[in-house]
């Protein structure tokens, strides 16, 4: 047998490379290369992880904290966090038992898909999604099928909606308020419609909320597991300290489910990552203790976010051709590009080599109208990459 002969496995011949990762790094390396180049690409915030939750995972490597722990994550910090979705979320009967803390929220999103679907079954995902979950889906064995919202509706999925795409197939529907890549958040109305769904059609829900805090026009966050205890029973809430405390790198994420649930997802980590990285927990758990300091720092972040969102508005709705709807949460703007008559790739393209302005193609996120921008980047940026955006849009015009 040659090495010819030697195939990869069905699912790793599936899965495509991350769109997002792929823009950030063509960049990154443009910018090494001596370009001047106005990224839009990153999906993390451009500050550093707060101090005081840096300090505490240096004590903690300082006293030896470096060994193994329970896959499911640190006792106290999965405790703090069951006393945060109990009070904030208003999750009922949430004990440690519930809360799984895993490597990243990217990985707990794949541990909750991996523990209730399997080969055959459907996965349905509201467009547009973020890059990830269609792969995700298809890593497990299950057909990822999508329930599209254009920028007419807000980008929001009906619940008429998604009555009509559920199957006898159906096992999950994903749902990600705030949302990447829109921003679009979704009011407890529209969630009770959508969990009115879930209930009735006996499927899964996974609630994406990873950019819960991240929040503008004085909107509401809501968790559908929240609003009673049928509801949690059928939802998986996902997030992590990624977006809110700036934590991109220290790869922590968490997990809210039904006992059952959440032991299923804690033995699939124990046999694929062990625990997410111990030191790097007691950092979050200071960000759960120290309530004050933390609201105060994401407080700080939210101040330039929002700065940074009604500037990038204002000159995209002053660009012929381009319209753009309001986000109410995360660091993304979605502006619609279709009066261009070019493909969301194309449209990428030309304007990365015609002036060094990197955004993410809509197509990535399953709507060609579009293109992603992030505004987790500086004012200068910010502002000379609109400059550039605006003279390449009127040399399309």
């Known amino acids: 047998m040659s090495l010819n002969d030697l195939k990869l496995s069905v699912w790793a011949d599936n899965i495509t490379p991350s ?202 966050h809501h968790s559908p597991a929240g609003f009673s205890k049928e509801a949690a029973a059928h939802t998986i809430t996902v997030s992590g300290f990624s977006k809110t405390f700036s934590m991109t790198g220290w790869r922590l994420g968490t997990l809210v489910a039904r006992p059952e649930i959440a032991k299923a997802v804690s033995s699939i980590q124990s046999h694929t990552t062990s625990n997410a990285t111990t030191f790097a927990q007691f950092g979050a758990l200071a960000a759960m203790q120290n309530k004050e300091l933390a609201t105060r720092e994401v407080n700080n972040m939210l101040e330039a976010f929002d700065r940074r969102r009604l500037f990038m508005l204002e000159r995209l709705g002053a660009i012929p051709g381009i319209s753009c709807q309001r986000a109410q949460g995360a660091f993304y703007l979605f502006p619609n590009i279709s009066a261009f008559n070019l493909a969301s790739n194309d449209f990428s393209a030309r304007l990365l080599e015609e002036e060094m302005v990197a955004v993410v193609p809509g197509i990535a996120f399953g709507d060609d109208d579009c293109v992603r921008l992030s505004y987790a980047t500086s004012d200068d940026v910010i502002e000379k990459g609109l400059d550039r955006l605006n003279n390449f849009c009127q040399r399309l015009a």
């Open 19 to 220: 769109p997002t990762l792929a823009v950030t790094a063509r960049a990154k390396a443009l910018k090494a290369a001596g370009k001047d180049i106005c990224g839009f690409g990153a999906g993390e915030p451009d500050f550093d992880t707060p101090d005081f939750i840096k300090e505490a995972c240096l004590k903690a490597l300082r006293e030896g904290q470096t060994k193994y722990i329970p896959a499911a994550g640190l006792l106290q910090l999965r405790e703090a966090l069951a006393e945060k979705y109990r009070t904030e979320n208003g999750i009922e009967d949430l004990k440690a038992e519930n809360i799984v803390v895993n490597p990243g929220g990217k990985y707990s999103c794949h541990l909750a898909i991996n523990a209730v679907c399997g080969p055959g079954d459907e996965v349905l995902i509201a467009a547009p999604y973020w890059v990830s979950y269609p792969e995700m889906a298809k890593l497990v064995g299950a057909e990822p099928k999508f329930i599209s919202a254009k920028d007419s509706a807000g980008f929001k999925v009906t619940p008429e909606q998604l009555d009509a795409a559920i199957t006898e197939r159906t096992r999950l529907f994903i749902l990600n308020s705030p949302s990447n890549p829109t921003g679009a958040v979704y009011n407890r109305q529209e969630l009770e419609g959508i969990m009115e769904v879930i209930l009735r059609r006996n499927i899964f829900l996974m609630s994406d909320e990873i950019y819960e805090y991240l929040l503008y026009d004085d909107v509401t």
